[in-house]
């Protein structure tokens, strides 16, 4: 039997997770987080999902 290490999960268990840092308007801030709980999210996850649709717009589904 594997132990669970302590912490959080992975986001992927095909490849590391890396920190994306960037700044924002306060009140887009706010906004994000309103929409985020509105759809019973994190922050965190509702942006990826945004940055993620978006690039497949942009790119496609590659």
Request: charged letters at 30%.
């Amino acid at each position: 039997m594997h132990a669970t290490p302590p912490g959080r999960p992975p986001l992927s268990e095909d490849e590391p997770s890396a920190v994306v840092t960037f700044k924002m308007p306060r009140s887009l801030v706010d906004y994000v987080k309103r929409a985020a709980d509105a759809c019973g999210q994190t922050k965190s996850k509702f942006i990826r999902e945004a940055v993620l649709e978006k690039a497949r717009k942009v790119l496609g589904s590659e």
